[in-house]
């Protein structure tokens, strides 16, 4: 039973899997050409007690080579008295103060910058996301801008870190993101299926802005849900490598779980939100059809490859191991387990020579990261768990470092 469970789990993902490359071939969703000479952006950084990093952000805005008015530039916060506000005017930048405060979430606060800036009579032709801690190289805003051009509705730029070098967590954590978005929303780009939005760096076209007359994207990560929305109402985006900008890490096994925690419950929030609306949207002559059922499949084929494969090695072992001492078993199950360890070892080798341009890590960090950034993929599985089985899961602060690679 075990077995047959096994290989008919692992038969399902696998034809999930090449079903996913196959129909995202298909897609036909291209971007609409507008004719706009001049460009009105503006920047909204969520900073509720961001004062030890917002003036490194807006020192990186003010060095752009294509300039966005520091008055366009607004920083949200929710305390009148929060010393994140003297930096903030002192850099001559725009601040929002929260009223709502009961509404706790990323998404709210978003909302409420957005609906004083339309309620001011604004009107920008993109809004710019970031969060408190990113630093931008100094050409972000001047790709973005070709992506922009382009006709792109959200336009995503390249996620570095900050503070790789800090430690071995902050290094491997850096390396989700090579899963995320090098691995993951380049090949999506290069076939023109609906990228993942994952944190911030990314901007939203205006008249979208417009058309909602909010910001509507409130579950715990409102940035997969804005990733869903635009696979479910055909919106077009591009994951641009040239545009970067640098977010800090966590620096503890503590953080990074809180942290991924919080993700996978938001994943899963953002899902249910959405999934009738994708199938209602999951129409052959669609042409965003196939983004529209990776989304629907997001990760399960996934999923269901590594049950299947943990049901058929489970099924190995009572087989195997039936009649045989303790010390035997121990010694099969610990060469099992090596054997997943150098697996994953190599995996993350191939991310680190991915990111060899890009990254800047010591080679010491690098070993560090080798070697522990499979404990940390593993990690996922005790952090879905709570996930799963926590009803009421708040968004906690990540305490912010003191020394980072990049500096303005």
């Known amino acids: 039973m075990i077995l047959k469970l096994g290989i008919t789990l692992l038969i399902i993902g696998l034809i999930l899997f090449f079903s996913k490359i196959t129909i995202q071939k298909l897609n036909r969703n291209y971007p609409k050409k507008y004719r706009q000479k001049n460009h009105n952006f503006c920047i909204l950084i969520p900073a509720r007690n961001e004062s030890k990093v917002i003036e490194d952000l807006l020192k990186s805005i003010q060095k752009q080579t294509v300039k966005i008015p520091m008055k366009d530039v607004y920083v949200i916060v929710e305390d009148e008295n929060d010393p994140t506000i003297k930096i903030t005017k002192k850099h001559k930048s ?15 606060a978003l909302m409420e910058a957005i609906n004083e800036i339309l309620k001011n009579g604004k009107d920008y032709s993109a809004y710019f996301i970031f969060d408190a801690d990113n630093i931008l190289d100094k050409n972000y805003i001047k790709e973005m801008t070709k992506t922009y051009d382009a006709g792109y509705d959200i ?21 989700i993101f090579t899963i995320i ?57 591009y994951y641009n490598t040239d545009a970067i900008y640098y977010d800090e890490q966590p620096t503890s096994y503590k953080e990074y779980k809180t942290q991924r925690t919080r993700w996978i419950k938001g994943y899963f929030e953002a899902r249910n939100k959405y999934r009738k609306k994708l199938i209602k949207h999951l129409k052959l002559n669609n042409p965003n059809y196939g983004s529209i059922y990776s989304g629907l ?21 009572i087989k195997i191991f039936t009649g045989i001492n303790i010390i035997s078993l121990i010694i099969r199950i610990l060469c099992i387990l090596i054997g997943l360890y150098i697996i994953l070892i190599l995996f993350t080798v191939w991310l680190l020579y991915k990111e060899e341009e890009k990254f800047n890590l010591t080679w010491n ?22 996930a ?9 602060p990540i305490t912010h470092g003191e020394h980072y690679d990049k500096k303005i």
């Not at 601040?95 to 998404?107: A, C, E, N, P, Q």
């Not at 995503?156 to 070098?165: A, C, E, F, L, V």
């Not at 997001?298 to 489970?314: M, N, R, T």
């Open 365 to 386: 960090i690098k070993i560090k990261t080798i070697f522990l950034h499979p404990f940390l993929l593993l990690a996922y599985i005790p952090c879905a768990i709570t």
């Open 181 to 237: 978005n090098t691995v993951g929303n380049q090949n999506k780009t290069e076939n023109n299926i609906n990228s993942t939005i994952s944190g911030t760096g990314f901007y939203i076209r205006g008249n979208w802005i417009k058309k909602w007359k909010t910001y509507p994207f409130h579950t715990l990560t409102e940035d997969y849900e804005l990733s869903l929305y635009a696979m479910a109402n055909n919106l077009t985006t």
């Open 297 to 317: 499949i997001g990760v399960w084929d996934i999923i269901l490859i590594l049950i299947g494969i943990i049901l058929i090695l489970i099924y190995e072992f």
């Open 155 to 175: 336009g995503i730029g390249y996620r570095n870190s900050k503070n790789g070098n800090e430690n071995a967590v902050a290094a491997s954590s850096s390396l």
């Open 94 to 108: 725009s601040v929002i103060v929260r009223k709502k405060l009961d509404l706790k979430r990323k998404g709210y």
């Open 388 to 396: 799963i089985f926590t009803k009421d899961l708040k968004w906690k």
